[in-house]
């Protein structure tokens, strides 16, 4: 079992930066992929940004793609997730999830059917 325990949400300003993060306990954290995904009102759960267990593989979602960048510190369990030049649109719930790594530690996946574990969310809301 994974446990994940996201922070680091708040209300910023359009243009502005902020850092959420995911901490993680119970199994090998280099194990697993990290994933976060966001949810807006009314709209559907989409993928945002995934790293690998070995921190080495990293995907993004083209709406983020240069503004936002995904790393992970195995020393403290925790993946974080930069986001600057935010924008209205990217306002929503924001959930970390986990899946353990298939094939190698490099192994990603942008699919949030295929994750096991999920974070309870932050909200990250961006005011025009």
């Known amino acids: 079992q994974v446990q994940l325990v996201e922070s680091g949400g708040g209300l910023v300003q359009a243009g502005g930066s902020l850092r959420i993060s995911c901490v993680a306990s119970?199994?090998?954290?280099?194990?697993?992929?990290m994933a976060w995904f966001r949810q807006a009102p009314g709209k559907e759960r989409e993928f945002v940004a995934v790293?690998?267990?070995?921190?080495?593989?990293?995907n993004y979602a083209d709406s983020v793609k240069g503004r936002f960048t995904i790393s992970r510190d195995s020393a403290k369990n925790t993946v974080y997730l930069q986001m600057n030049s935010l924008k209205p649109e990217d306002t929503a719930v924001y959930y970390c999830?986990?899946?353990?790594?298939?094939?190698?530690?490099?192994?990603?996946?942008?699919?949030?059917?295929?994750?096991?574990?999920w974070g309870q969310g932050t909200q990250v809301t961006v005011s025009s």
């Open positions: 999830a986990a899946v353990i790594a298939r094939w190698s530690i490099k192994w990603i996946t942008t699919d949030l059917n295929q994750y096991d574990y």
């Open positions: 119970g199994r090998t954290f280099s194990n697993y992929a």
């Open positions: 790293i690998s267990g070995s921190g080495g593989s990293t």
